[in-house]
């Protein structure tokens, strides 16, 4: 018997090793088995495939253990992995190694770490283990290279597994990454005082130790109120001292039992609705429950505050009472932490959420709860995608519109939301894409009758979508000349806001205080030395940062160019607007949300709840304070640089532009109406502009359609672009002219370039970029991604360009 196996490497096929007769019966397609590539390079892979042909090219060697008794991932995991591998142009190694939390994953580049906390007592183990730990104890780490020369044995993984689980030591990526359940300890009354007439007869003889009594009283009092207590529970209720407890405990009236818990708390499994659907939102579900009849995939286009999410509520509840599973995916974190209050008020316990601030024993619980079905519903972000449903009815896309869902780096470059439509395929489930702004794809995708197509054009309590004033910043002028931050129209209607103790939301793309800054005299400006950017100006940390690669310099004084010492700051990031409405607004309470101000699991929903709670009355943010968030009491909104967002090199800047600005201003008026959104513009004639300021989604897509399919980009076409990087810019231009050749014979209508991009230095690697716009024709694009392939596989083997990296981005979102 043979095995096809997927190993956490970039490998172009995955490679087959033979099954020992001893572990035929035991090995399954999923599970995780140990095997050796190249001389003594070990691996856990996942088991793929099981068969009876040999290969012919080469001998295949032994798989050398088994690592799982049940499979942790299933067949339909297994099929998203190849056809992303297929469709994004990577490996099914890399694509494991996005899916599989830290704990699923070993090699033999493992490292084992010493735990202090076990001692020197090494009585208990057994021969191999005591080597081990002896050479632990001296080195305090070992390579798992080195534990195969103390054992004089390749088959060191199940003396080192029985040694984690004594808790000998620690092993994988780090400390805090390696999986163990995590204990609690109990307090139990003994079964002898489980008689009210012996527990009253305890009490009423109780003599000497009244602290202890007073315990035993607290004790039954959480006993009835919580129904199980916890001994830092009960310590922290009584103020008793851990003495105290211990007295107890050795007269016998009470047991302490060390139990797993749960890292993550849940409520108690409840299915709860306690709403009605207007008769718009009612309409809405049942238009979607009929548009699943016919076709898999639906596209909800409801405008903001339309009420979409109570719509998912119902349908959620329809398919968890029919025993499925549901997918909920978001594009930020910043949004889960909303939206799964409102879910868990209606779902209880049967909903959990999995993104990446989580750490990797919070993953592992999270895992095995979707795994065995415990879980019904998840929220979370596009990694969620890779989590192992085993009955999935429902994939509940929300924001589908949002660049976020695609992952840009590393491999695997997938995009969460088509690779989902792919995903419900295995299980025959629905896909729901929701949005207040569809991507164009979606919307003609919908329109040519390939989704169905529901729409929801008014807001919840019939409230009017906000007015929209567009202020012309050319006509105002500064002293400086530089860039209006905040505009005499904007500044009064923050007074009005703030007055009538309303709360106002402030955007800005760009998080600091100032992009960049500029020598007076000459015009030097401060550039990365690793990358062709200028330096953004922190000014809490009193650094200079590139946003680029993330290197810290200190603040520039003196011009490298002229000596000057004279600086002017141009433009403004979220840091100086915060600092400017201090200046203009000392009795507000101000906050901001970016990505440097939100950091830690907690920071998104703190800062979230402030700002609901009315503790806060402006907040300035990045596009973190545009996606689907809900407040109460926003009654304007001001976008502070329209003109940034719409000046970028990209074929999708205008799509982007609206759908930001559109999602911007739904956060103004969602509850009591008369909201207000303020737009400053210098390029106020810009046709998005009057898109945005009639809330016209289908005039813009009329327009962007019209351009796309003139100058084919998608969705009249698929685009594939390569990136090529290395550090001398020679070498990356003719490694990509090379590349390009190769297309000119049955490609040469469809390739762009090659070109530097508008940033051409990252990281000290010189870029080319090369575009692809191909016709949506199967066999065609399988052609070019056989071409690119080859080609890629060609420069690697040619001296001159083994050093180039050389990326495939399809469908590229930039």
Known sequence: MYAEIIIPLALPKNYTWQVPTQFQEQIRVGCRVEVVLGKNKKYAGVVKRLHFDKPTAFEPKDILNILDVEPIVFEEQLKLWEWIA???????????????????????????????????????????????????????????????????????????????????????????????????TFVILSPEYESEEKLSDLMNNWKRAPKQLDLLLSYLHLIKTTGEVSKSELLKKSGASEAQLKGLEEKKIIRLEKRSIDRIQYLPRNVNIDFQLTAAQETALQSVKEK???????????????????????????????????????????????????????????????????????????????????????????????????????????????????????????????????????????????????SVESYYNAIQNKYGLVEMPERYGAFELPEIDIIDTKQIVTKDKSKITLSPQLKASIEQSLASQKQVILFQNRRGYSPYQICMVCGWIPQCKYCDVSLTYHKLTNKLICHYCGTVYPTVETCAACGNHKFIQKNFGTEKIEEQLEELFPKARIARMDIDSVRGKQAHDQLIQQFEQQ?????????????????????????????????????????????????????????????????????????????????DYKIFFKFEIDHRQRFFYPPFSRVILITFRHKIKEVVQSASQIFAAAFQKDFSDYVVGPAEPVVNRVRNQFLMELLLKLPKDAALIHRCKELIHHQIAALNNDKRFRSVVIIADVDACR
């Not at 699923?104 to 084992?112: G, N, Q, R, Y």
């Not at 009955?391 to 989902?420: C, M, T, W």
């Not at 799509?655 to 513009?681: P, Y």
Request: hydrophobic share 40%; glycine share 6%; charged share 25%.
């Open 292 to 438: 699943f009849s016919e076709k898999n995939v639906c596209l909800l286009h409801g405008i903001t505050s339309s009420g979409k999410t109570l719509v998912y509520i119902k349908l959620i509840e329809q398919f968890i009472k029919e025993g499925k599973q549901v997918m909920y995916l978001l594009p930020e974190i910043a949004l889960t932490s909303q939206i799964i209050r409102r879910l868990q008020k209606h779902f209880g316990g049967y909903i959990g959420i999995y993104h990446s601030k989580f750490n990797q024993n919070e993953r592992i619980e999270i895992w095995n709860k979707i795994k065995s079905g415990e879980l019904k519903i998840i929220l979370g972000a596009r990694s969620s995608l890779f989590l192992p449903f085993s009955n999935l009815g429902l994939i509940i896309v929300d924001e589908e519109h949002d660049a976020s869902f695609k992952q840009q780096d590393p491999a695997p470059r997938y995009n969460a939301r088509d690779s989902a439509i792919f995903y419900a395929t295995l299980f025959q489930a629905k896909v729901l894409l929701g949005t207040a702004t569809p």
């Open 615 to 695: 503790r806060l009355d402006i907040l300035v943010g990045t596009q973190m304070v545009v996606k689907g968030l809900d407040f109460d009491h926003v009654n304007l909104v001001g976008i502070l640089d329209a003109d940034s967002l719409l000046s970028f090199a990209d074929f999708r800047v205008n799509e982007r532009a609206f759908q930001l600005m559109e999602q911007v201003s739904g956060r103004a008026g969602r509850k009591q109406g008369e909201g207000k959104v303020m737009i400053q513009a210098a390029n106020t004639r810009h046709p998005v502009l009057h898109f945005v300021q009639q809330h």
């Open 86 to 184: 297929d469709y994004y142009m990577c490996s099914e190694g890399e694509v494991m190694s996005a899916a599989l939390p830290s704990h699923f994953k070993l090699s033999s580049e493992t490292i084992l770490i010493r735990n202090d906390e076990y001692g020197d007592d090494f009585s208990q183990l057994d021969h191999d283990e005591y080597l081990v730990a002896e050479a632990l104890l001296i080195k305090k780490e070992l390579k798992l290279s080195e534990v195969q020369q103390i054992l004089d044995s390749s088959h060191v993984y199940p003396v080192i597994k029985r040694m984690i689980d004594k808790k000998v030591c620690f092993v994988w990526e780090s400390l805090k990454e390696t999986y163990s359940p995590k204990k609690e």
